[in-house]
């Protein structure tokens, strides 16, 4: 892979993916390729972009907050289109006047308090956002994310959000080296998400977004709609 331009790279994880929704029977253009970018330089995701990578994540809000713009500046140079921005990572509240800036999809919503913040401050900068809660399906204390038993209260609180879309789910299922242990993690999202759509609120959920480099094509095979991939793009991160 370290041999492979990027253009390569990216083209090779579009056949992986496309490969993996044909074996599901799905339709590739269900699923959406998410380059993460984070601790990437942005010249790297400007060019990332140019080779047709239109959906690009990052994690950290304070480098997000310097690196966005100039990635919009090197894109605007050679008349590239923008990207649609998703971020991942733990937010806290202090920094979600720049996600809500900055970023057109937050995926890492696990409590009322933060989507509240976030409509708020969506608000002021008047757009709007999509928001995905994140589930810690393995309740891991490390991670975020918020306990299944708990997202149908929050779903509906968010009903009231004038500025912010709940439009899906998203985990991070616990670390293996067999891309095949993450399975019956994206299965229980898939399943979560049909149980929630009848639920007030969760009529809006289409969205799984689920499965990294090490096992985005077990994701897609599950119902993912989302596969955030970093390093099979980017490389690995120093």
């Not at 992986?16 to 010249?43: N, W, Y």
């Not at 937050?106 to 409590?111: A, K």
Request: hydrophobic letters at 40%.
């Amino acid at each position: 892979m370290l041999s492979q331009t990027l253009p390569e790279r990216l083209g090779a994880v579009r056949e992986r993916a496309t490969a993996a929704a044909l074996r599901a029977a799905r339709d590739p253009e269900e699923v959406l390729i998410l380059g993460v970018g984070k601790r990437k330089p942005a010249g790297l995701i400007a060019d990332a972009v140019r080779a047709g990578l239109d959906h690009v994540a990052e994690s950290f809000a304070q480098e997000a907050r310097d690196k966005i713009p100039q990635v919009e500046a090197m894109l605007k140079e050679t008349g590239t289109a923008s990207p649609r921005w998703h971020f991942v990572g733990q937010l806290q509240r202090n920094k979600a006047r720049y996600v809500a800036r900055l970023f057109d999809c937050v995926e890492s919503v696990d409590r009322i308090e933060l989507a509240r913040e976030l409509d708020h401050r969506a608000s002021i900068a008047e757009r709007h956002l999509d928001i995905l809660v994140q589930v810690n399906l393995a309740g891991e204390a490390q991670k975020g994310g918020i306990a299944p038993d708990r997202i149908a209260p929050l779903l509906e609180e968010c009903r009231s959000c004038e500025h912010i879309r709940v439009t899906g789910l998203m985990t991070v299922p616990p670390a293996s080296a067999d891309p095949e242990a993450s399975r019956p993690a994206f299965a229980a999202l898939r399943e979560l998400r049909a149980e929630l759509r009848d639920r007030p609120g969760g009529e809006t959920l289409r969205e799984l977004s689920m499965g990294m480099s090490a096992d985005f094509e077990v994701a897609i095979e599950e119902g993912a709609t989302i596969v955030r991939v970093g390093t099979a793009i980017f490389g690995p991160r120093e």
